[in-house]
């Protein structure tokens, strides 16, 4: 057994250095062998699921890392609370669910909604800019709050962002 998210840790921080094949290989491979000891591995494993479209994984791990503390999960929340894992939870929200990243330069993004949500949504500052991402079961909306235009990605398409003109796209679940 692993404590936390070694290895697909490193494939987190590494992502463009490893095809997809390679990814999924690695996490099937440990994620059953992770006990998630540490407070940051659910996370980094829900994320990591979310790439590789295990998004019943990816659900049930954010799911695990939001109620850490909560559930008691580790047996030592007498000894305090987990930061990591709050932010952790942030984290596989943004960069998990809604599939944030920066690729080439440019802000992209490839969401889905967990089949227990209705929706989500979430603020992102990003190079002067302010965003407003919302995502339900039919559609996600990017707004741009605050700053110049800006073009994104979203499903590999090219969009562009200007103030008061939200850009909509189909969401595929």
């Known amino acids: 057994m692993i404590k936390q998210a070694d290895v697909i840790q490193g494939l987190y921080f590494f992502p463009e250095k490893f095809d997809l094949d390679t990814i999924r290989r690695n996490f099937d ?3 059953p062998r992770t006990v998630h000891e540490s407070s940051l591995s659910p996370s980094i ?4 699921a979310s790439w590789i479209d295990e998004h019943e994984k990816a659900y049930e791990l954010l799911i695990r890392a939001t109620r850490l503390d909560l ?3 580790n047996a030592d929340t007498d000894e305090g609370i987990h930061l990591t894992s709050m932010a952790g939870s942030w984290t ?3 960069e998990g669910l809604a599939g944030v990243a920066v690729r ?4 992209s993004f490839s969401p889905f909604i967990p089949t227990a949500w209705e929706s989500y949504s979430f603020k992102l500052a990003f190079r002067g800019r302010k965003l407003q991402i919302s995502v339900d079961k039919a559609q ?9 235009p800006l073009l994104i990605n ?6 562009r962002l200007e103030f008061g003109n939200p850009s909509l796209s ?4």
């Open 154 to 159: 979203v499903y590999g398409q090219e969009l």
């Open 140 to 148: 996600v909306t990017i707004a741009l709050l605050a700053g110049e």
């Open 71 to 73: 559930d008691n999960y």
């Open 45 to 48: 494993h829900s994320i990591v």
């Open 92 to 94: 596989a929200i943004v």
């Open 104 to 107: 080439k330069d440019r802000l």
């Open 29 to 31: 491979f440990y994620e």
């Open 170 to 173: 189909t969401l595929i679940v």
